[in-house]
């Protein structure tokens, strides 16, 4: 999921972000994973830890519902069809629920990692001025 991104440049810049969304739409509709039912984060391999915890962390509903998808994708590939027009996944449904997830965990680790490289250091007693008179 570190993957680098120009996602940040282009959302920095209004001009560039309003010629790039049309193209990220057709991008998804092309992409086919709508027609059978997909999510986008459906598509994320499952083979890293950060990944596999993530998906402990989903609540119950949400998980039976990715195992549906994904059972459901996968007959429908097998058989060589696509599920009916009322039943594929409509862009508002295509929402992230595994992604914020996974960027939490990763902010976990790097705090974790921070933490454990991070050196104490003791203060050294200031002494008291002596007053001569």
Known sequence: ???PSI??????????????IPVSEWYRNAAGYRKLGLRADDL???E???VLLALKRLPPKE????????????QCSIAHQLLPKNEHT???EDVLYLTPLIREIEAERQERD???????RKKKPVEAPSKAH
């Open 44 to 46: 994320i391999p499952e």
């Open 7 to 20: 996602a940040p440049f282009i959302m920095k810049r209004p001009w560039l972000r309003r010629l790039m």
């Open 114 to 120: 921070d933490l454990e490289v991070m050196t104490i």
């Open 63 to 74: 998980a039976y519902d990715r195992v549906f998808r994904l059972r459901r994708a996968f």
């Open 90 to 92: 409509k862009p508002e």
């Open 1 to 3: 999921m570190s993957a």
């Open 48 to 50: 890293s830890e950060t």
